[in-house]
């Protein structure tokens, strides 16, 4: 019985152990089941970011493209004052590539005296232009014939597209030309597919025999030299993620890369890849996707792109510098023809073609992608975009815009600029005390507007200030024309003396009062004609006799018409007035002029002709519009006026420099030559130069001299 006591005693003692284990589990779930849903909260939050970012990624906007400033297109016809060396300059700047049997478009073949040129597809606003192929043929120093080589038949006209000017560019300047899948061709694909990623098609996002291989070959190797990484994750990893290195991006490029997979097409995964993939940097400008580096490399479309070139640049895919073929060609063509050996191995060549696009030289074009034509005119244009739109529109979304630009004319101005002021520099040589003077040039189409050419400065690296439009100087004897236009005016005005081309002034030293002062004007060289006629004082830039005519017509008249004809503001009426004692810009002198030219109607000039969208929508189009300043009569005389200026008067050094066309203008100068200007216009074109320093130190030249 003791013994049972004993056995009954020592049986709770046995139970301890078996009471305790449920409560030790108990404690155990109580703690992990908060972690188990915080790392559930976390994984859901994780896959729904991730979720959100391959969506935005696919189906939104996927890149910030930069807008592209396109000049006035190019025309030919018959008759038109062009050389075939002309042309062929600026087809190259085109990009078109010269032939020897052209075989698509962007080429050109040369048969002098003919050009055959493979005109491109190009979408203007409202309208698309399909590409054709025609032949230009010249004479000595014009065109003499355009013919459609398709059709067969002559034709009246034809556009080259649009030059580009310049772009605007995000920070990051990424230059990148969409292509869609079905552009690209399969060889193309096929050797990005066979160097990146064999099994594309058989895997879900992840290779794991890729990167069993790629371990395996790397620690053989004692270093980094393959990568596992399938096309699916190294879109993830260049369209979704930071480049930092980590665990942690390792597995979210992993995760992200199944997801992708789940979700869309192979079609849809290589679109996206081909376009984003970075191949190469030309100076600060960096080249994404195939569509920019076909253009880059070899100067055509994607489509047209050979199995040796498709070759080429998918063997950059993996370093761009390392295998740039412009720093090191003998390392580029190996790579290339790896990827040809990677072709032929995997089916997608024979061995015929793989041995005859392995014999192919390495042939890579050279394009300055960096260009900025007008750097003055994108200055200016961009201010003018900007009051209507944000810079995330100008510089991400992809808007072509339309300009007025003529380049030829604009690279006649930068040159003409150029040699004026080295001509000026060294005139002028120990005078000039160091400085180096300054100029600028703008010319417009005076019946529209369109800004033709525009020129701020010398040497736009050195000197952003854009002198066209920024810079106020006093115009001096360029504002006479306006005293005279207002004194003819007279006859179209109620109540005012009527001054005629034959109304006599005195052109004799005289003090004038004006306001409790007296002033005392001098012509130059203290020459005085005596008893003048409008057209003469114009025409000889008598000092003393504008004043009279414009005391005649009353200084507060003049005043009005300076800021009717085109000056921003209107200036103080006052005697120094009618000798061109105001400040205004190029551009405003240019307005002025430009009214003079177009038979009393005002034109405002603009560059901007239309903005449009990538999908081909118009943001907004130019429309032309014009005021009346000047009766047409008054307008004519004045421009018979200065006709004389150039035969008579003081621009007669334009006939001596070999100047022939009938051309009106005026030249001017201030105290002590501190502005030399010039304006002339012929029917269709106007410009105004302005030559001075930027300090205002005197050059000591007139007009007519600088």
């Known amino acids: 019985m003791a013994q049972r ?76 004052p062009l050389r075939l060396d002309d042309l062929q300059a600026s087809l190259e700047r085109l990009g078109y590539r010269s032939v020897s049997a052209i075989s698509g478009q962007g080429q050109y073949r040369l048969n002098a005296p003919h050009v055959e040129v493979a005109l491109r597809d190009f979408q203007y606003p409202y309208r698309r232009e399909p590409g054709r192929t025609v032949r230009v043929t010249f004479g000595r120093t014009t065109v003499r014939e355009i013919r459609d080589l398709r059709r067969d038949r002559a034709i009246a006209a034809i556009d080259l597209e649009p030059q580009l000017v310049s772009e605007f560019f995000t920070p990051e300047r990424e230059k990148r030309r969409l292509v869609k899948l ?58 979704f993620l930071t480049p930092t290195r980590s665990v942690w ?82 390392r580029a063509l190996e790579r290339r023809n790896r990827v040809l050996a990677a072709m032929w191995e995997q089916g997608y060549l024979s061995l015929e073609q793989f041995e005859r696009e392995r014999r192919t030289p390495l042939r890579v074009e050279t394009i300055t992608l960096e260009i900025n034509r007008a750097p003055y005119f994108v200055d200016f244009l961009r201010e003018q975009l900007l009051q209507r739109y944000s810079l ?4 991400g979304n992809n808007l072509t815009i339309f300009t007025s630009l003529d380049l030829r004319l604009q690279e006649a101005a930068q040159r003409a600029l150029e040699a004026g002021l080295a001509r000026l520099d060294k005139s002028l040589g120990k005078a000039a005390e160091g400085r180096e003077a300054q100029g600028a040039l703008i010319a417009i189409q005076p019946q529209t507007g369109f800004i033709r050419a525009f020129v701020g400065g010398r040497h736009y690296a050195t000197s952003q200030f854009n002198r066209v439009s920024q810079a106020r100087r006093q115009v001096g004897s ?42 005392s004007p001098r012509n130059y060289g203290d020459r005085y004609l005596g008893w003048v006629r409008p ?67 005002r034109a405002a000039p603009f560059s901007i002709k239309e903005v449009m969208t990538a999908d081909g929508r118009v943001l907004e189009k130019h429309h032309l519009g014009v005021e009346e300043a000047l009766h047409p009569a008054t307008a004519y005389v004045i421009t018979d006026f200065l006709t004389g200026v150039f035969e008579r008067g003081t621009a007669r050094s334009a006939r001596r420099a070999g100047f022939h066309w009938k051309a009106a203008g005026k030249t001017g100068t ?23 320093y930027d300090d205002n130190h005197p050059m000591g030249l007139t007009g007519a001299q600088a």
């Open 5 to 80: 006591r004993r056995r009954r005693r020592r049986l709770p003692r046995r139970s301890r152990p078996i009471r305790w284990l449920p409560s030790r589990a108990v404690r155990l779930s109580v703690l992990l089941t908060p972690l188990a849903l915080i790392g559930l909260v976390v994984s859901i939050y994780t896959y729904v970011q991730f979720s959100q970012m391959i969506t935005l990624g696919f189906e939104g906007q996927r890149w910030s493209l930069s807008s592209k400033i396109y000049a006035e297109p190019e025309s030919l016809y018959p008759g038109l």
């Open 182 to 239: 079905a552009e690209i061709p399969p060889h193309l694909v096929h050797a990005a597919i066979a160097i990146e990623d064999r099994r594309f098609y058989s895997h879900r996002g992840l290779d794991w025999l890729g990167i069993l291989r790629a371990f395996y070959r790397n620690l053989r190797a004692g270093g980094m030299v393959e990568g596992g990484s399938t096309i699916t994750q190294q879109l993830v990893k260049n369209f």
């Open 249 to 330: 991006r390792k597995a979210a490029e992993m995760l992200m890369a199944v997801m992708v997979e789940r979700r869309y097409s192979k079609a849809a995964i290589l679109e996206l890849y081909l376009n984003e993939i970075y191949l190469g940097q030309r100076g600060s400008i960096s080249i994404n996707g195939i569509g920019e580096a076909a253009r880059l490399y070899f100067r055509k479309e994607v489509r047209d792109l050979t199995v040796a070139e498709a070759a080429l640049l998918a063997g950059l895919i993996r370093a761009p510098h390392v295998y740039s073929p412009y720093k090191y060609p003998e």
């Open 392 to 395: 995330e529109d100008l510089t």
């Open 478 to 519: 360029t504002f006479k024309p306006i005293v005279y236009a207002a004194a003819l005016e007279s006859a179209f005005r109620r109540n005012s003396q009527v001054t005629t081309a034959a109304t006599l002034v005195d052109d004799t030293p005289t003090t004038f009062a004006y306001d409790g002062q007296r002033w």
């Open 535 to 601: 057209r003469t004082a114009l025409e000889r830039s008598l000092n003393v006799a504008t004043v009279k005519y414009a005391e005649r017509t009353g200084f507060d008249t003049v005043a009005r018409y300076a800021q009717r004809m085109g000056l921003q503001d209107k200036p103080a009426p006052h005697p120094s007035l009618a000798l061109g004692a105001v400040e205004a810009t190029p551009l405003e002198v240019a307005q002025v002029y430009a009214v003079l030219a177009n038979h009393g109607l």
């Open 670 to 692: 201030t105290d002590e030559g501190r502005d030399a200007w010039f304006a002339g216009y012929t029917p269709d074109l106007l410009a105004v130069v302005w030559v001075g």
